[in-house]
T-cell receptor
Framework: KAGVTQTPRYLIKTRGQQVTLSCSPI?????VSWYQQTPGQGLQFLFE???????NKGNFPGRFSGRQFSNSRSEMNVSTLELGDSALYLC???????????????FGSGTRLTVV | AQKVTQAQTEISVVEKEDVTLDCVYE???????LFWYKQPPSGELVFLIR??????QNEISGRYSWNFQKSTSSFNFTITASQVVDSAVYFC??????????FGTGTRLQVTL
């Protein structure tokens, strides 16, 4: 089956702008999570969406937001970009059900955002 | 709060050597999952193994093996007869029932000829 697709692969934005990143999960998966990876902070959880509802949220400012559509595709938006938002943003697809035997996360290739 | 510690920042080995990557976790949860992921230079996190808190059976899969010990809160990962293609950053991760992964800081493995 097709993997997790993230677009775009690379992005360069100017400080103060906003950006939208997209993630298409594995077919049949209803959970999409977003992670930010930076050299200083490592991999940090942003938020998780399950069946179009935000189910969990990390410790990020309100400039970071997301949504999930009825086809489980998810978008992440960052407004008023800061230099510190430069990072690799990874999306993870999951069936979202902890009790399921094959519970786990499949990651996309990420979007590398550079803020200048 | 949950925490995952990978004390080894970087490991360098010569091809064909065995290498063990350490992972120690902290949690008060009784139900949780542990994962190992590999991140090659391309950036994608590649899933390697999952273990749940009720399954301490260790496993060998090809050149990979895992040692999960709840008594010491450790989930170590061993590559036997390492190869240059194994060069990557390896992450240990934890999740409970909250559907979010807590990652360690990663161990960079460099395998040279």
């Amino acid at each position: 089956k097709a993997g997790v697709t993230q677009t775009p692969r690379y992005l360069i934005k100017t400080r103060g702008q906003q950006v939208t990143l997209s993630c298409s999960p594995i077919s049949g998966h209803r959970s999409v999570s977003w992670y930010q990876q930076t050299p200083g902070q490592g991999l940090q959880f942003l938020f998780e969406y399950f069946s179009e509802t935000q189910r969990n949220k990390g410790n990020f400012p309100g400039r970071f937001s997301g949504r999930q559509f009825s086809n489980s595709r998810s978008e992440m938006n960052v407004s008023t970009l800061e230099l510190g938002d430069s990072a690799l943003y990874l999306c993870a697809s999951s069936n979202g059900q902890v009790a399921i035997l094959d519970y786990g996360y499949t990651f996309g290739s990420g979007t590398r955002l550079t803020v200048v | 709060a949950q925490k995952v510690t990978q004390a080894q920042t970087e490991i360098s080995v010569v091809e064909k050597e065995d290498v063990t990557l350490d992972c120690v976790y902290e949690t008060r949860d009784t139900t949780y999952y542990l994962f190992w992921y590999k991140q090659p230079p391309s950036g994608e996190l590649v899933f390697l193994i999952r273990r749940n808190s009720f399954d301490e059976q260790n496993e060998i899969s090809g050149r990979y093996s895992w040692n999960f010990q709840k008594s010491t809160s450790s989930f170590n990962f061993t590559i036997t007869a390492s190869q240059v293609v194994d060069s990557a950053v390896y992450f240990c991760a934890w999740t409970g029932t909250a559907s979010k992964l807590t990652f360690g800081t990663g161990t960079r493995l460099q395998v040279t000829l």
